[in-house]
């Protein structure tokens, strides 16, 4: 069974910095690209960031170019998502997804930006 | 970036109706669209991959169509447990992006 299991959300100050980590199981991890996706509170999805099997390709939305870092450990079937310089407009529950075409998804995880 | 256009955004309908939904891409994508159903509270659930393919254990009554620009999701008969709200992703060009969503409502 593929599983996605997030963790590292909270709250935090606009400025401050939040590191989200991934764990998957249930599948080869270093098969598949993967992806990060988030939702504002009563919003609707947003495609935050991927990154290829390698980690040698990494694409990100324009609101969090410069950042956000995304990152892997094959050996550790690991994904994360490195938050900087967070603002109020990035609160939302973040979702770890398996593939481009996002095919299993994580519970979800949610970051709240706020003083 | 390519914009994909959903509607209707909310949708009133009664058990058994058929009900069809939107999605208009800015260029086109081929068809590396998908369609996802998220409940409150629930992460989203993929419905359809590739515009047409339906995920293993999704029941037949979705179905997806289309390929270039203009892409469809179709519930043939409404069951109590479709009322939820309803997404499609193109994946073909960066960034990627989603539909605004349509949500389904009971009538």
């Known amino acids: 069974e593929v599983q996605l299991v997030e963790s590292g959300g909270g709250l935090v100050q606009p400025g401050g910095s939040l590191r989200l980590s991934c764990v998957a199981s249930?599948?080869?991890?270093?098969?598949?690209?993967m992806t990060w996706v988030r939702q504002a509170p009563g919003k609707g999805l947003e495609w935050v960031a991927n990154?290829?099997?390698?980690?040698?390709?990494?694409y990100y939305v324009d609101s969090v170019k410069g950042r956000f870092t995304i990152s892997r450990d094959n050996a550790e079937n690991s994904l994360s998502l490195q938050m900087n310089s967070l603002r109020a407009e990035d609160t939302a529950i973040y979702y770890c997804?398996?593939?481009?075409?996002?095919?299993?998804w994580g519970q979800g995880n949610l970051v709240t930006v706020s003083s | 970036d390519i914009q994909m256009t959903q509607s209707p955004s909310s949708l009133s309908a009664s058990v058994g109706d058929r009900v069809t939904i939107t999605c208009r891409a800015s260029?086109?994508?081929?068809?590396?669209l998908g369609w996802f159903q998220q409940k409150p509270g629930k992460a989203p659930k993929r419905l359809i991959f590739?515009?047409?393919s339906l995920q293993s254990g999704v029941p037949s009554r979705f179905s997806g169509s289309g390929s270039g620009t203009e892409f469809t999701l179709t519930i043939s008969s409404l069951q109590p447990e479709d009322f939820a709200t309803y997404y499609c992703?193109?994946?073909?060009?960066?960034?990627?992006?989603f539909g605004q969503g349509t949500k389904l409502e009971i009538k």
């Open positions: 997804v398996r593939s481009v075409s996002m095919a299993y």
């Open positions: 249930g599948f080869t991890f270093s098969s598949y690209w």
């Open positions: 990154i290829k099997q390698d980690g040698g390709e990494k």
């Open positions: 260029q086109g994508i081929g068809n590396d």
């Open positions: 590739g515009a047409s």
């Open positions: 992703l193109q994946h073909n060009s960066y960034p990627h992006t």
